[in-house]
């Protein structure tokens, strides 16, 4: 889904190897303050990984989050939005 500020989120594709996915279980405990990464892009750029500090969610799986770290090559809001189902890894601490 690309967003009004020119970003896109990448939904993770099912035969990822790179990493371990959230379970569903995972997933359904995240609440907010809970920190997750997501792939982030924009027209002729290069995705990226980013943590994102999650601020308010929905019933249906919306999430709004603030950016944890700083991207390298993308220009991005302090604020992103994207669904559960675009969340690659969740922070454990």
Known sequence: MIYKNKYE?????????????PTKEEIEEIIIGSIVKVIITQVDKIPERIWCKIIDSTEDGWIKARLCNIPINLTLPKIVKFHVTDIIAIWDE
């Open 9 to 21: 989120i990448l939904r993770p594709p099912i035969h990822l190897k790179t990493f371990e996915m």
